[in-house]
Antibody, heavy 127, light 106 residues
Framework: EVQLEQSGAEVKKAGESLKISCKASGFSFETYWIGWVRQIPGKGLEWMGIIYPGDAETTYSPSFQGQVTISADKSISTVYLQWSSLKASDTAIYYC????????????????????WGQGTLVTVSS | DIQMTQSPSSVSASVGDRVTITCRASQSISTWLAWYQQKPGEAPKLLILAASALGSGVPSRFSGSGSGTDFTLSINSLQPEDFATYYCQQADSFPFTFGQGTQVEI
């Protein structure tokens, strides 16, 4: 079964660092783009960035460039999202999602729909 | 970035009704469009890909249409489990922007 399993909820203080994870199983990890999506409670969905684990090619949305770091560890089929200094405004649910279509390289392409999604990680940051 | 505009933001409907949601892209995206369903407390689920193809396991009462800049998601004969929020997403170029969502409520 194709699955993305995310790490558990986090409660942090502003200024602290954090790294959350998304463990993939049931498919060839290196050949599927995986992205991170933010959802502020009660609000819509925002793309943060995506990574191609095969060569670690990463693209960030302008809104999140410099604010977070996305990485991947091929040895354990896991993608990460990390912050060096959290803000209260980072309070949200974070989802990882796999591009539904296989890619044999990190070259940009169309057909960028995503399935499955992880179950989400709630990050709460207090000021 | 490509902007996606959904309407309406919410719709009230009854079981058995037909519901239509529209999504407009700020530039042509051919048929590079997906629709997702999100229920409270759950992750989004892919419903429609390539503007009109049903996702895996999605009931046939869901349908999508459109190309270029204007797209539609229709739900025929609304079922109790369909009450959720629906998002369109352009699949053309990163960032793969979402519409603001349409809440389908009783």
């Amino acid at each position: 079964e194709v699955q993305l399993e995310q790490s558990g909820a986090e409660v942090k203080k502003a200024g602290e660092s954090l790294k959350i994870s998304c463990k993939a199983s049931g498919f060839s990890f290196e050949t599927y783009w995986i992205g991170w999506v933010r959802q502020i409670p009660g609000k819509g969905l925002e793309w943060m960035g995506i990574i191609y684990p095969g060569d670690a090619e990463t693209t960030y949305s302008p809104s999140f460039q410099g604010q977070v770091t996305i990485s991947a560890d091929k040895s354990i089929s896991t993608v990460y999202l990390q912050w060096s200094s959290l803000k209260a405004s980072d309070t949200a649910i974070y989802y990882c999602a796999r591009r539904a279509t296989y890619s044999d390289s990190s070259a940009p392409s169309k057909s960028n729909w995503f399935a499955p999604w992880g179950q989400g990680t709630l990050v709460t940051v207090s000021s | 970035d490509i902007q996606m505009t959904q309407s309406p933001s919410s719709v009230s409907a009854s079981v058995g009704d037909r519901v239509t949601i529209t999504c407009r892209a700020s530039q042509s995206i051919s048929t590079w469009l997906a629709w997702y369903q999100q229920k409270p407390g759950e992750a989004p689920k892919l419903l429609i890909l390539a503007a009109s193809a049903l996702g895996s396991g999605v009931p046939s009462r869901f349908s999508g249409s459109g190309s270029g800049t204007d797209f539609t998601l229709s739900i025929n004969s609304l079922q109790p489990e369909d009450f959720a929020t629906y998002y369109c997403q352009q699949a053309d170029s990163f960032p793969f922007t979402f519409g603001q969502g349409t809440q389908v409520e009783i």
